[in-house]
């Protein structure tokens, strides 16, 4: 899931109240192991499939940047440029759910498709101090 292409999905992604019991729900019913993301006086989790320990979801407490998103899983699909993407979705009968929002250097917004169906679009901002 991690491969950077663009049109791919980047990231897929659960904000709910109550993420400890969700995260021990996919632990037992996925066999995901999860890991500890420090967001100040609460952590959110990045589920790691079970053989390899890669990164493959996120299930996150909804607040803080999370407290707008809907209970549902949630797919990031990375684009070439964020900012055109936004313009093809209002020219194209979709609707923006969120304002542009920053992770690091990354940008993404969630969007709604003409259907009302909710994503992510996402996209990599390279580190020049790499």
Do not use: R
Request: glycine share 8%; proline share 4%.
């Amino acid at each position: 899931m991690h491969d950077n292409k663009i049109g791919t999905m980047a990231w897929l992604d659960l904000s709910v109240e109550n993420a400890e019991t969700v995260k021990s729900f996919y632990q037992q019913v996925i066999g995901w192991k999860a890991d500890n993301i420090s967001m100040g006086d609460y952590d959110d989790y990045a589920m790691l499939e079970p053989s390899g320990n890669e990164a493959v979801a996120g299930v996150c407490h909804a607040k803080g940047v999370n407290k707008d998103l809907p209970p549902a899983w949630l797919p990031y699909f990375l684009v070439d440029d964020i900012t055109v993407s936004i313009k093809a979705v209002e020219k194209s009968g979709g609707s923006l759910v969120s304002a542009l929002k920053t992770m690091g250097n990354d940008k993404y917004a969630l969007i709604k498709d003409p259907a009302g169906a909710v994503c992510a679009i996402y996209q990599k901002i390279a580190n020049e101090n790499i």
